[in-house]
């Protein structure tokens, strides 16, 4: 009468796919995923996905792009990504570039953050330089008036 019917876990992605690696899962390698991937275990390589979440025993060696991370374990390598969360357990040694950045109080945090870089803003036709005029064979004049 009570039971939940439905997983409780958040989904993203194309395929709204939760992915989660277990406490005593150790991978070695590169890890993808169009939704998102609950980290548990320890993984050294390179991870890609829409969503990740590192969990308090989690343990992220190496690089990670994303969409939005959220780390309550421990990070070690490079993340780029849209939106990064660091919670009071996390323990981050990595180079980080994201657009949104959220320290909670209690994270230990070493290593090097930037913003992406912002694409050059597109001239606008009105003031882009206007073409010089083609030279038409037999049509100069000299300065001194005389044709040519």
Known sequence: MFSKTQDDRPTTGRGGQVSVLAPDLVIT?????????????????????????????????????????????????????????LRAAAKLHADCQSSRLVIESGAEVEGRFSRPAAPPPAAPAALAPAAAPADVPGDATAEDGDTA
Not at 49 to 56: D, F, K
């Open 29 to 85: 390698g590169v890890i993808a995923s169009e939704g998102t991937i609950e980290l548990h275990g320890n993984v050294d390589g390179e991870l890609a996905a829409a969503t990740l979440v590192i969990g308090n025993e989690g343990q992220m060696k190496g690089k990670v792009q994303a969409g939005q991370v959220d780390v309550r374990g421990e990070m070690d390598g490079s993340v780029s990504c849209g939106s990064l969360t």
